[in-house]
């Protein structure tokens, strides 16, 4: 059971990457299910206990708008990231509902070509496992630099 | 980034345009301006944001922050004052402390040499003075309490803790001026704020263009969507800008009148604006009376590089440090206060997402003073034209104007000798 536990994890998260990598955002807010919980902090916030985030959002609502506002509102010149995940590890597990980390690095790709680290981080989450897939119910994005360089438009 | 920029040809105080219209775009780009600024503006006759006082709530505590490019420390003695130092060792100048923050210190000692500091800044000890075994050491002339960092003085308002290398900075009280002194009580004045998160937002920019930025209120409800979508801030809302005498601080703010929500004047301009975009969650924008004026927007800014927010709930202090002529910091610190019900504080972090690097407002802020870098470049000879609401630095009922980026300059160029 574990093992598969692992293994969807792995799966959603794989397909969470490709999805804001490949610009379908649209898409994004479906990997959050039940009470959704979406949160981009840094690590000094996180170890201090401080609630605010960079983005901060508790409805899939919020996170819909949140692309919206990107396709429509937000003034931001184009760019892409490229993911790069660790292997989950499990954290705990209670019935079906399963907490893990994950380090990630993300690469932003500006529209000269320039290519930098944007982003080094963990993702804390909570899943539900059902149906032999994991679903997402929260994500806290935790970067470790607590410095972001010009601004951060698409999610991570 | 790392561009080699072409030294202006007319970088000179003779070559800066009468009046407050025009600003030569060299005071963007060069390397020699930017070192007088940091000789004339951040060691001079100014007060500078260090931090917040409920950051240092308890003796022992302290915090590293920068004013310019020059570091410094905070503490709070045993004594309960607050104290500010340069922090650069006495003896071969490297930093005191390396920590950004920190609990129960009594003292400060250098990694280098171990010369030891008291947290009021003064030298009290010095690694093998009397030498070894009778033999090295320091000579007899040399006297601990001649040598020591910089000490800053100090003012705290409201809260806000500002400091000040010159001995010729006047009073907090009268650098503001009664105006200004009023919209800070209202925000800060008798409550006890929290701090719910901290960013830093590197901006591709000098530091001046951000400052312009936040004095513009003409570009913000053009820029910025959100603001003119969900009425937060239109030009043809009731409100105003403050500009103090000395023209570097400035009030922008705005209330909330339903009678200009159909105005025909941004229809008429067919801006970007009149857009059919709507929040699918709109408790987002949801938020609380707490200042029982109406005034959902205010921004104020201290020269040179303090900005206290209130938009909506969503209250917090900038603190711009310049990091070479074409690098800034942007230092948020979110706050709530105290006595916040959960639903206060919690609207308050949802409110959090209009601003910062990531906020639906402030994410352009964050790009907008690159652009102009980028687009200067080349063009140090060239000037910016800052006409709209006429030629003058001063209060308006209107937004629709660049009075208090003029003020700016006048402040600039009164400190810069320019
Ligand atoms: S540089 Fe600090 S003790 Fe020598
Ligand atoms: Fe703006």
Known sequence: MSDNVQQYITKTQADYARCIDDDRLEEWPNFFHGPCLYKITTSSNYRDGLEAGIVFANSRG????????????NIYERQSYRHILGQPSIISKEGPMVRSETSFLVARILQDGDTSIYATGRY?????????????NERTVVCDSSRIDTLLALPL | ???????????????WPEGLTRVPYWVFQDQKIYAEEQRRIFQGPNWHYLAL??????????????????????????????YAFENRCAHRGALICLEHRGKHRKDFSCVYHAWNYDPQGNLTGVAFKDGVKGKGGMPDSFKMEQHGPRKLRIAILHGLIFGSFSEDVPSIEEYLGEEILTRIERVLGGRTPVVLGRFTQVLPNNWKLYMENVKDSYHASILHLFFTTFELNRLSQKGGIIVDESGGHHVSYSAIDPDAE???EYAKQQLRSESEYKLADPTLLQGFDEYHDGVTLQILSVFPTFVLQQIQNAIAVRQIVPRAVDKTDLNWTYLGFADDTPEQR???????????????????DGCVGGFVQRGIAGASDERAVLEMGGAEAKSSESRVTESSVRG????????MGL
């Open chain 1, 62 to 73: 919020m996170l819909s708008d949140r692309v919206s506002a990107l396709r429509d509102a």
């Open chain 1, 124 to 136: 804390f989450d909570l899943y539900e496992i059902a149906d032999e897939a994991a679903k997402l």
């Open chain 2, 1 to 15: 980034m790392n561009k080699i920029v072409l030294p202006p040809n007319e970088s000179s105080p003779a070559s």
């Open chain 2, 53 to 82: 006082e409920v950051e240092l709530a308890e003796a022992g505590d302290f915090l590293t922050t920068q004013v310019g490019d020059t570091p410094v420390i905070v503490t709070r003695d045993s004594d309960s004052e607050i």
């Open chain 2, 262 to 264: 159909k105005d025909v």
């Open chain 2, 346 to 364: 919690l609207t308050r972090i949802k409110q959090g997402n209009l601003v910062g690097p990531a906020g639906y407002i402030s994410m352009e």
């Open chain 2, 408 to 415: 700016f300059w006048k402040a600039y160029r009164a400190n």
